[in-house]
């Protein structure tokens, strides 16, 4: 056992929901006669808070599917002792008490422990802005009782912020009928995903009835309306404020524990802070990326798995904490939207070089009835050719292509073994060459000097710009100033193709094709990278001088 512990360590849990009630049980199946104790602030543990904006909708009609355990259950199958509705205010760190009050009674105990471990969680930003006390935010069972009832009153809502709770809420509170508005300071939302990335996922919300206010922010929040800084105001008769969470380290602060650079709670690799008796997991804590860097990464499945993992070090088990990778999905009007490792405008803003992909593929063979189009992009080290991240948006088959690139990248696979990648193909589920096969082709073409890219942003007007998809598509929408002249001739009309072109096509195939073919007669030019598809989707951001600059 850890740090020599006594035989029936007292240990205390803060937090009982993903990262703490994951901690308690791992700890009963290790450790039979701890005393284990939950303390929660809220009325409920081990809840789905992930469900919660759904039980908004009416998706999840049943409340009490989302309560996954009670004090009870959990006392009867793992002899927990679970204090709901009591808030840790105090570590006494030099004689090892928690200091709880009992939120109900109005009474304050101190607690002796072995082990404390934190999973306190995070808490919404709340901006100061003019009227806040009137936002709604999402983080508990009560706080979604709030929101229902707030809801069956209204006909308009304002959610400011358009992250993954955000829009997840902006989806939500359209099912219950609500015109809804979507606040969003940066120029997209979803902004773990790049620009060229978000276009349907912008679209999709707008063909929903979501208004996007993009590049603005709220002034203030008037009684039935909010005043945007440009002095437009929105109708709201609720406000959600979904800007964002921030470790809740307020414990951890009162009792002197070191913070990292984000402000979360810093740990070592064992999950100890900087007091040896204290652990702290999930939200509240800052953990490492693939690059080594530290980071807050607010995930249920990173939560989770630290619950575990420090239950196994209390009970002298030997850990192996890994870096996260921010792999994350969103649900939005049947369009999935997915993601993992980092995203190009960060890798820019840092400095890192990189090699980018784009692809749009069917989500399974084309000739199967119902095939969707899915938007794909790598970013790749040049360098080492290792992954350094993924996106992928489409109606379906976005959620396995990212799980199956995370675990490559968790496997340490180059992005050029995506290609040797075996996996299941029938023509309702995928392509002989499936979409993650074809991203490591793609990776490999560009290794080997098959063929040069240039992606979408890098595109100007220097050099001569070639369309080879047919006259009918180029009629229908081209890049400004290209030539057209379509693949299928284009052995005839080698002539009217100038050395260092760009050519392009609708998703980059054919352009690839034609940089093969004039590169054999001689002709040396570059493919833009994703075709009119990606170039379209960066052209309608607002984002794009952001990424170029
Ligand atoms: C609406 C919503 C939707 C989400 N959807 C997803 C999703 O789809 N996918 C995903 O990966 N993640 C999602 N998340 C994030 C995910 O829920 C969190 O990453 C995860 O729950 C973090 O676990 P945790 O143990 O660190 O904190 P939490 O699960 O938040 O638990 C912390 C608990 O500690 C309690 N607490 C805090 N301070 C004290 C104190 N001083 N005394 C007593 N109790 C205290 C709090 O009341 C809270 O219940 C969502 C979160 C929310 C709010």
Redesign the pocket.
């Known amino acids: 056992m850890a740090n020599s512990l006594p035989q029936n360590p007292r240990i205390l849990i803060?937090?009982?929901?993903?990262?703490?009630m994951s901690a308690a049980t791992r700890l009963r199946r290790l450790l039979e006669h701890a005393e284990i104790t939950v303390?929660?602030?809220?009325g409920h543990v081990s809840f789905a808070?992930?469900g919660?904006?759904y039980h908004v909708g009416g998706v999840i009609e049943d409340r009490e599917s989302l309560l996954l355990n009670t004090s009870e259950s959990l006392g009867a199958r793992f002899g927990l002792k679970v204090l709901t509705r009591?808030?840790?205010?105090k570590i006494d760190r030099e004689n090892k008490q928690l200091v709880v009050r009992d939120l109900a009674q109005d009474e304050v105990v101190a607690l002796d422990y072995d082990v404390l471990i934190l999973?306190?969680?995070?808490r919404p930003v709340v901006p100061p802005i003019p009227g806040i006390e009137r936002a709604l935010t999402?983080?508990?069972i009560e706080d979604t009782d709030k929101m229902i009832a707030a809801v069956a009153n209204a006909k308009t809502a304002v959610v400011i912020g358009g992250g993954?709770?955000g829009i997840?809420l902006a989806e939500n509170l359209r099912h219950r009928d609500l015109a809804v508005t979507v606040v969003e300071a940066a120029p997209q939302v979803m902004t773990p995903l790049d620009a060229e990335m978000i276009a349907p996922v912008q679209d999709v919300l707008r063909e929903h009835g979501v208004d996007l206010r993009l590049g603005t922010s709220v002034a203030s929040i008037e009684s039935d309306q909010v005043t945007l800084a440009d002095g437009s105001t929105i109708p709201a008769d609720i406000v959600v404020a979904a800007i964002g969470v921030r470790p809740?380290v307020?414990?951890a602060v009162s009792a002197g524990l070191e913070l990292g650079p984000n402000g979360g709670i810093a740990i070592n690799e064992n999950l100890a802070t900087s007091d040896e008796s204290i652990y702290a997991?999930?939200?509240?804590v800052e953990k490492s990326d693939p690059a080594g860097a530290s980071r807050l990464v607010?995930?249920?499945?990173p939560?989770n798995r630290q619950?575990r993992l420090v239950a196994d070090v209390i009970a002298g088990r030997k850990i192996s904490e890994r870096p996260v990778q921010g792999t994350?999905i969103l649900g939005v009007f049947g369009l999935q939207v997915a993601t993992t490792g980092s995203n190009e405008r960060t890798l820019r803003a840092a400095g890192v070089p990189m090699r980018i992909i784009h692809t749009h593929p069917a989500n399974h063979a084309g000739y199967y009835p119902g095939a969707e189009q899915l938007s794909l992009k790598l970013i790749v080290d040049p360098a080492t050719d290792e992954i350094l991240g993924a996106q992928a948006v489409g109606a379906e088959g976005a959620d396995k292509r990212i799980d199956v690139i995370a675990t490559a990248m968790r496997g340490g696979l180059k992005a050029s073994e995506l290609v040797d990648l075996d996996l299941a193909y029938a023509p309702q589920f995928g392509s002989a060459k499936d979409p993650v096969n074809m991203l490591g082709y793609l990776d490999s073409n560009l290794t080997e000097g098959l063929v040069e890219t240039i992606q979408w942003h890098e595109l100007d007007d220097s050099r001569p710009i070639v369309d080879v998809r047919t006259p009918a598509e180029n009629a229908r929408d081209s890049i400004p100033g290209a030539i057209n002249v379509e693949l299928d001739g284009l052995r005839e009309h080698l002539d009217q193709i100038p050395a260092g072109a760009v050519v392009y096509c609708q998703v980059g195939l054919r352009g690839y094709l034609a940089a093969r073919l004039l590169s054999q007669h001689g002709i040396k030019v570059v493919n833009l990278d994703g075709g009119m598809r990606t170039w379209r989707a960066g052209q309608s951001s607002k984002a794009a001088p952001a990424l170029v600059g």
Do not use: K, T, W, Y
């Open positions: 803060v937090g009982g929901v993903a990262g703490g303390i929660e602030r809220s808070n992930c919660l904006p009591h808030e840790a205010i999973s306190p969680g995070a999402l983080r508990d993954f709770i997840e809740d307020s414990l997991v999930g939200d509240a607010p995930l249920a499945g939560a619950g994350a």
